[in-house]
């Protein structure tokens, strides 16, 4: 009777990779049948014992892509869509998941982050109690704020901002530093400004003294190298419009016939209205141009010379792209805008906070370039991708 079991001549060792296999079936050994068969184990062997480092895991284990969300103030326009576009295509091109946040301040309860859930809708998040802390926060600073750590809550692993303010800032940060109970710290990344807060992981934004340059140069030739010239809206607490102003003046100065002053500080396009009034109403000095730091100052100095309907007497220069900006710029109201490219913005802040999460050096600072748009140019193909990128 024969025997199926292999005895002691039949070898089947494995050491490490070192495997004999010999198959005896009715006294007949199949060298080829051998061969394959110690081939086929050999492969299954090495695959087991090198798929960790192969990276190969079962099925179900699944790795989630890195989530980035844009923290931007509600209302702020075609610059924060053109941010978020930016954003978006790097998302797609990385592979990563982008929550687009805009900050509504409490009196609208609800903000919506573009969070797919199970059915693909939208979810939206009510906002915390914005009296849930005490410090000193405007109404929009404190929605910013709070928008921030509510997609921290949401599993945000990196923060792409759009500053209001250096308090709402710091304390965006603190939020990003102390929301892991482990002391993981969620990378900052800082776009369109620049406030002395430490913690941030890089800034994106325009070189404001070159933009500030380009103002006063601007300035100096609609004028003809003379003139009285007055600044709407400088800050003397924002490091950026500080930038500005000092550029400005570096231009100016070399021109002798060129004074400029008064420096009227004004933040909103009715206080910058009510400043451009002022000005042109007094006697002591005839303005003939106003160098418009911030949005609002340009259109409220618009404003005024379309009431006035001296838009061809006096000039305007002014920072920024918004519709209403570029109305104006179109009317010949506004002669100069210096724009900066908000798509390169949100683009590049998000490939910066996909390096810091893959563990890769970041760029501290990347400055964007800007440029000067008038009503000649604006309408050039370059120009108009920079001011519609929304546009297909």
């Known amino acids: ?24 079936k009715n006294g ?11 081939l086929t184990l050999a492969v299954a062997i090495f695959c087991l014992l ?8 079962s099925p179900d284990a699944t ?3 890195p989530r980035v969300a844009l923290i931007t103030p509600a209302g702020t326009g075609e610059l924060a869509e053109a941010i978020r576009l930016g954003a978006e295509a790097a998302a797609k091109e990385s592979g990563a998941e982008l929550i687009n946040v805009e900050a509504y301040p409490p009196d609208g309860h609800m903000y919506t982050p573009a969070i797919p859930d199970s059915d693909g809708s939208k979810k939206k998040i009510k906002q915390a109690n914005p009296n849930s802390q005490t ?24 923060l792409l901002v759009d500053p209001l303010s250096e308090k709402a800032l710091s304390d965006i940060i603190q939020e990003a530093q102390t929301t892991h109970s482990d002391g993981t710290i969620v990378p900052v990344i800082v776009l369109n400004d620049e406030f002395p807060v430490k913690g941030i992981t890089s800034i994106i934004s325009m070189d404001n003294m070159e933009a500030g340059r380009q103002a006063g140069q601007a300035m100096a030739e609609l004028l003809e190298g003379k003139g009285h010239v007055a600044l709407l809206g400088p800050d003397p607490v924002n490091s950026g419009l500080i930038q500005r102003e000092q550029g400005v003046m570096e231009v100016l100065v070399q021109y002798p016939d060129i004074q400029v002053g008064p420096k009227a500080i004004c933040n909103t396009r009715d206080g ?12 002591e000095v005839d303005v003939h141009g106003f160098i418009a730091l911030q949005e609002p100052a340009s259109l409220g100095a618009a404003d005024e010379l379309n009431r006035r309907k001296t838009a061809d007497k006096v000039r305007i220069v002014g920072f920024g792209s918004e519709q209403q900006q570029l109305e104006q710029l179109q009317e010949g109201v506004l002669d100069h805008l210096i724009v900066q490219n908000g798509y390169s913005a949100g683009y ?28 000649d140019n604006m309408f050039w193909m370059d120009n108009q991708k920079l001011l519609f990128p929304f546009v297909q």
Request: glycine content about 6%; aromatic content about 4%; overall charge positive.
């Open 28 to 38: 007949a050994s199949f060298p080829g049948v051998r061969k394959r068969g110690l």
């Open 50 to 57: 090198i798929s960790s480092a192969c990276g190969l895991s």
């Open 1 to 24: 009777m024969m025997d199926n079991k292999m005895n002691r001549n039949d070898a089947h060792r494995v050491k490490g990779l070192n495997i004999r296999i010999f198959w005896k």
């Open 348 to 375: 590049l802040g998000l490939n910066q906070a996909v390096a810091r999460l893959n563990n890769q050096q970041v760029q501290a600072r990347v400055l964007l370039e800007t440029k000067l748009v008038s009503t």
């Open 63 to 65: 790795v989630l892509p």
């Open 135 to 158: 410090m000193s926060r405007s109404v929009r600073e404190q929605a910013q704020v709070e928008a921030a750590a509510l997609a921290l809550k949401q599993g945000a692993s990196a």
């Open 272 to 283: 910058c209205w009510q400043t451009a009034k002022q000005l042109l109403d007094q006697q």
